[in-house]
């Protein structure tokens, strides 16, 4: 499985979504429809693909995710809880109705999964752990978009390394479920868990 190094700003930049004029109304979110959306949508898909879908490796696919998860992460770049380079200060830019919006309007679009390299010998590894640490999360084998855990099963490899790794380093914190699950996993199997998980997430295509 290729190894590669994230660039943090490439991320940043590739999550970016451009300010909307839309007009904001103080007691009730904006909801964008037409031409709005699709400036907003057009302006993502720039970085992450058609409709979403990454062409990666560093650049997510947000398409299929599910609207809290979408919501949260934006909030957590406007507020600093999600680290970033830029996209901390392009997230204070949207409303709280502008951010629904555009989660409505990408969960509403399919997820399509990444092909990429993978190491077959450690998928069915990887498949015992994530049913053991991480399904009661990431259902379905990884591939539910339900609530707000995001999309494993198909993501870009070294986005996800990249995500973990803030994790693992505090800089982005933890649900006190994933700390418990994580840790329990590094405990008994280290890194090499890790890399386990990462092939058989990536090697469903």
């Not at 979403?52 to 696919?61: F, K, L, Q, V, Y």
């Not at 978009?145 to 996800?160: F, I, K, S």
Request: aromatic share 8%.
């Amino acid at each position: 499985m290729a190894r590669t190094t994230i660039n943090p700003a490439l991320l940043a930049v590739g999550l970016a979504f451009a300010a909307s004029s839309a007009v904001i109304a103080a007691d009730e979110p904006p909801v964008l429809t037409g031409a709005s959306t699709s400036m907003l949508a057009d302006t993502c898909d720039g970085c992450h693909g058609t409709s979403g879908a990454s062409d990666g490796p560093a650049i997510p696919t947000i398409a299929g995710l599910s609207e809290e998860y979408f919501v949260e992460v934006m909030q957590g770049f406007a507020s600093g809880e999600v680290p970033s380079t830029i996209m901390g200060r392009i997230a204070k830019g949207y409303s709280e109705g502008e951010i629904k919006q555009m989660a409505k309007h990408f969960g509403a679009k399919p997820f399509v999964m990444a092909k990429q390299d993978f190491d077959a010998g450690q998928v069915k590894k990887g498949a015992k752990l994530h049913d053991k640490y991480c399904e009661k999360c990431h259902a379905d084998g990884g591939t539910s978009a339900e609530d707000d855990a995001g999309v494993l099963a198909g993501q870009w490899t070294p986005y996800l390394n990249w995500t973990l790794a803030d994790y693992r380093a505090g800089d982005r914190e933890m649900t006190k479920k994933m700390k418990k699950k994580v840790e329990q996993m590094l405990s008994k199997e280290g890194d090499a868990g890790i890399q386990a998980l990462l092939s058989y997430y990536a090697s469903q295509q």
